[in-house]
């Protein structure tokens, strides 16, 4: 299963590439037709290696009839991207040429070998699901070992069938490589500073300031903005909640839900009173030195406990709990001051965990992050850019009629990326 002598098998695999056929012969799906393209043979794009494209992606998807009612659309819809994909294919091998790009160094051929080989021994693994499918007991392959080989076995013949080996594969990762190289070579006039990282930080920590200051409870239903930004003395609240009964939650639900306040409350002093001595045994424990997040694996009712374990995030003018909760948060005094409140929920112990900040370690690793997607964006660009140009040099003609396919603009044909 391993990839054995990538550098020779590439090299192989770039002579059959350069193989072509005549320019507009009937074995092409599509060829140049720009002036001044001295290749126009190796440039074209043949049947064969279209039919190579779509027949695997029919085999991984399940698609034994394209022209079934169900899936016809979305098959012209993938012969479309195919054939854009494999002429913007053939421009970056060309172009990667003509700029001295298409040469590998060890540590390349290396991630190379790394690709090809994750992705044949995932591909092979879901092909396990092909082993014994529809066989009888008796004749079912038995064993990790057997039903691997089989899997690999079944593996090359669906890769035959579809007119494929492995080494059609590989090419696919050479090639990626190439446009990656490529990508990156045409990044290089299109730099993005540091300070616009900072920058777009700053732009989406004043909108959420300002989504805080119209409507404290949208800020709080955005679980992300946290990351960017904390208002001031906002505070890490843990708790042990002991529930009421269920039946008793019922009723006092219904009676809120029908206004009947006052109904619900003498349900609800009821209620918590018989839970009361479990509640005040646990506020013993924590007023004689016990520890409160063991306490809370122990005897706690809160479903999140285990997700939240440093607490939750509670921060002023919040609406988002029950009000006896956030008012409780807001009435410790000191980090590790703990209180007794009740809801509707029950009895619950809360305590002032810590201050919720963002640390500059946290800032430092968003606008990271920002400068990264920047940086992806403006190598996009530059490609696409180069890569709209190019389609308009290389001036491809596609056999629409043969591909049944819409012919497309060419914002359409130059969208389909490499890699």
């Known amino acids: 299963m391993q990839l054995k002598k990538i550098a020779a098998a590439l090299s ?37 290696s279209f039919n190579k494209e779509y027949s695997y992606w029919k085999l991984v998807n399940e698609i034994p009839d394209d022209t079934a009612e169900e899936v016809v659309d979305k098959c012209a819809e993938q012969r479309s991207s195919i054939i854009n994909y494999l ?43 092909y082993v014994n499918a529809g066989e009888s007991e008796e004749d079912a392959v038995d064993g990790d070992a057997a039903i691997l080989e089989e899997a690999e076995k079944i593996f090359d013949e669906k890769l035959t069938e579809c007119g494929m080996t492995r080494d059609d594969l590989l090419m696919w990762f050479r090639n990626a490589k190439l446009a990656e190289k490529l990508r990156e070579k045409l990044a290089e006039e299109y730099t993005v500073e540091y300070s616009e990282a ?33 208002p001031d003395n906002s505070r890490m609240i843990k708790h042990i909640l002991i529930k009421i009964d269920s039946d008793d939650s019922t009723e006092i639900s219904a009676c809120r839900e029908n206004g009947d306040d006052a109904g619900a409350e003498r349900l609800l002093a009821s209620a918590l009173q018989d839970i009361k001595p479990r ?15 063991e306490l809370a694996q122990t005897y706690s009712d809160d479903s999140g406990l285990a997700s939240n374990p440093n607490g939750y995030l509670v921060v002023p003018e919040g609406g988002s709990y029950y009000e006896e909760f956030q008012k409780g948060a807001y009435e410790l005094e000191n980090v590790g001051d703990y209180k007794l409140i009740s809801t509707d929920l029950g009895w619950h112990i809360i305590k002032y965990a810590s201050d919720a900040v963002i640390t500059d370690e946290n800032k430092k690793a968003l606008v990271d ?20 140009k190019w389609r308009e040099e290389y ?25």
């Open 395 to 419: 001036a491809y003609d596609i056999d629409y009629i043969r591909l049944e396919i819409e012919e497309e603009t060419d914002s359409d044909e130059s969208s389909a990326e490499v890699g």
């Open 279 to 293: 509640i005040e045994e646990i506020m013993t424990q924590l007023d004689n030195g016990g520890d409160f997040d």
């Open 12 to 48: 192989a695999a770039a002579i059959i590439l350069t193989c072509g056929c005549e320019v507009r012969s009937s074995s092409n799906a599509a060829w140049v037709t720009g002036s001044g393209i001295d290749n126009k043979s190796e440039l074209s794009v043949t049947f064969d």
């Open 87 to 129: 002429i913007n294919e053939k421009i970056v091998l060309d172009q990667t040429k003509k700029m001295g790009l298409d040469s590998f160094t060890q540590e390349e051929l290396d991630s190379i070998e790394e690709d090809y080989n994750t992705f044949i021994e995932q591909t092979i693994d879901s092909f396990k699901s």
């Open 198 to 230: 900072e920058d777009e930080f700053q732009k989406i920590v004043d909108g959420i300031k300002q989504v805080y200051e119209e409507d404290p409870v949208n800020y709080e239903q955005n679980l992300y903005y946290k990351y960017y930004w904390l």
């Open 369 to 388: 992050s920002i400068f990264s997607t920047l940086e992806d964006n403006s190598a996009t660009e530059a490609y696409n850019e180069a890569m709209n």
